[in-house]
T-cell receptor, first 116, second 111 residues
């Protein structure tokens, strides 16, 4: 079972509108959570990173929230633009000291399409 | 520029052939990860190297292999290529506990 679940799988929004993407995780122990934006055919680019003690982190029109108690995170996109059309991937890092692939758990991503 | 360099950006080859993809990690990062992303699919972990040693394997086919050299660059070798191997191949490097930095990927097309 995937330890990082994202929803919705995809969504279509009108330009200028807001939207919220969800990420629920069961990864333990928790180290940090990062949201990535991946444009089609390009490498993922980090938007925000949050540690256990952080509740909110903003990057321009992107605002991520984290509730470490419920193990939930959200990514809010404000006043969407056509350039926001992309896949948004949630990645949760374990708190282990070893640097192993299992340390990073990937969600399947949410595909966002912004229409004029 | 993320600091992670992948070459070539595009590669077209025939079935049965062998190709080598190259990745130079971000300066100071010891870990290199390889991922495969097929059309409309999520990132699939292939293999990780840390300071020259294989650290973990994911869903990597036996026809695929990788190595990391003393200068920390890594190469992913894909042999006996099949049509289904057509995909984007991403390399990422990391500093422990910080997270990934991805390269821009190599688009492999097998015809």
């Amino acid at each position: 079972k995937n330890q990082v679940e994202q929803s919705p799988q995809s969504l279509i929004i009108l330009e200028g509108k807001n939207c919220t993407l969800q990420c629920n995780y069961t990864v333990s122990p928790f180290s940090n959570l990062r949201w990535y934006k991946q444009d089609t055919g390009r490498g993922p680019v980090s938007l925000t990173i949050m540690t256990f003690s952080e509740n909110t982190k903003s990057n321009g029109r992107y605002t991520a929230t984290l509730d470490a108690d419920t193990k939930q995170s959200s990514l809010h996109i404000t006043a969407s633009q056509l350039s926001d059309s992309a896949s948004y991937i949630c990645v949760v890092s374990r708190g282990a000291s070893t640097d192993s692939w299992g340390k990073f758990q990937f969600g399947a991503g949410t595909q966002v399409v912004v229409t004029p | 520029d993320s600091g992670v360099t992948q070459t070539p950006k595009h590669l077209i080859t025939a079935t049965g052939q062998r190709v080598t993809l190259r990745c130079s990690p971000r300066s100071g990062d010891l870990s290199v990860y390889w991922y495969q992303q097929s059309l409309d699919q999520g990132l699939q972990f292939l293999i990780q190297y840390y300071n020259g040693e294989e650290r973990a394997k994911g869903n990597i086919l036996e026809r695929f292999s990788a190595q990391q050299f003393p200068d920390l660059h890594s190469e992913l070798n894909l042999s006996s290529l099949e049509l289904g191997d057509s995909a984007l191949y991403f390399c990422a490097s990391s500093e422990t506990g910080v997270g990934y930095t991805f390269g821009s990927g190599t688009r492999l097309t097998v015809v």
